[in-house]
């Protein structure tokens, strides 16, 4: 008896060591990942790392607007101007019509009111935002692979078979009836391998005629039964056993940095779906004040026909009209566009897409100086992007299933340890007590081998897990690069546009001197 309970309490340890197991192939896949990707990072932050001082975006010196006086400016400033439209009433035209042939409406709306009801209620947030929540159960159910699970079998059998007989006068049978019950508890370990608790208790009652008697009959027969399997070389430790919870742990991190993608995309889109419309509206207000002139133009041309005007000229007066009038038509349908699109990302119910509605800005662009830093830009643009974490997570999968290849690739031994109670009694309490006395015990160990001949599907999928482990390391620098590429083009382009804005703004100014001097001449 204390020898059984010796084992049974070393089988138990046992099971519980197991469970702690790593794999015997210590790898070293995550120390070359993180090498990796500090030295893609360290290759581009290089250059920029020298210069860490932030800068500002500078124009050229002197300007237009400083050589003129400031009474001058004001009056080109109100010819043609940004507050040259600013007093136009609305923006479409009185008498326009909507797609129902009712008076078309309008509704201004402001940049942050936009951008807060897009990432409210914008449908491929919604849609995104479930994707956490999933990737969440995806975790819980490959950890639930590990939890304690609680099987129990019933089965009646009835036997009746004619046995050999003693005499040639007699007849043997041997029948009978067994009611069994399975009870157990079953769980996997994170050491790759189960244990199993066991007891198995079965009711035999004995008909047999012209037989042997059974004593005890009827009978209770009971087993406990603990078993462990682990194996010791391939599907071996935790690195294998837990390859799918990393795995499902990564699709989670992944989709909540497709989320953060999504939200900035949607922001951006709705920042320049916004600006969209700011320069469709500032396009309708600035042609109907072409066409207001046009027209003003034509009509002098036409009351100096009998002076000097020829037809050539009055022609052309009446072309430009029409011209502009075509112009003013394409510039409206590109403002129904524009609070369209806007409609359609900020998917407000109250602004919906199918609604006559057209949106009108209510905020103007700021003309202000931008401080960068291009380290700081870089830095933050690598280390923050969405796109950076999920090619990282991607380098992070391909190593977790070359290990697991690799794992796979050794011989199967497993070892199998088993300890049994054992009891037969005519009463149900006297079974228990029985095998609680540790007087019949069953004890097993086994070893198990098998290697396939060459190995070779093992051996396939290790090469092409290693070829997929450099495609992803190929893909992460090349999303590194791609993120660099677009943080140099947009820091270019805030530098260089906010000079083309004054240089844009001293050529109108230029423009309507011109037509100042005409006019006064």
Partial sequence: MRVGLKLGVGLAAAMVTAAGCASPLASSSQDDLRRSVLESARRDLAEASEYPEVRQTERADPSVPDRLPPRVLDELNRMAGPEAYLDMGAALPPGTQDLLGRPQQTVSLDLQRAVRTAVGRNLDIEFARLEPAIGESNVVQANAAFDWVFFQNLEWANTDNQAQAQTAFFSAFDARQTLTSTTGLQKALTSGGAITLEQQLSYIDNYTIEGTEFTPDPAFDLTLRAQLDQPLLRDFGSDFALAQVRLNRNAERDSIAGLRATLLDTILNTEVAYWDLWQAHRNVLIIRELLGRGETVRDQVEERRIIDATPAQIADATARVEDRKRLLLEAENNLR????????????PQL????????????NAVDEAIFFSKIDALSNAIGKRPEVQQAILSMDNTAINQDVAQNQRLP??????????????????????EAFDGELIDYLVGMFYEQPIGNRAAEAEFRQRRLERMQAGISYRNTIRNVVFEVERAL??????????????????????????????
């Fill in 412 to 433: 199967q031994l497993d070892l199998r340890a088993e300890i049994r109670y054992n009891a037969l009694e005519d009463g149900f309490d006297e079974t228990y007590a």
């Fill in 337 to 348: 566009a524009a609070s369209d699109q806007l409609k359609l990302l900020i998917n407000d």
């Fill in 492 to 521: 270019d382009d805030v530098v260089t546009f906010y000079r083309l804005v004054e240089q844009t703004r001293d050529a109108r100014l230029a423009a309507t001197e011109v037509l100042r001097a005409l006019l006064v001449e």
């Fill in 352 to 363: 919906d897409v199918g609604t006559e509605l057209v949106l009108l800005p209510l905020d």
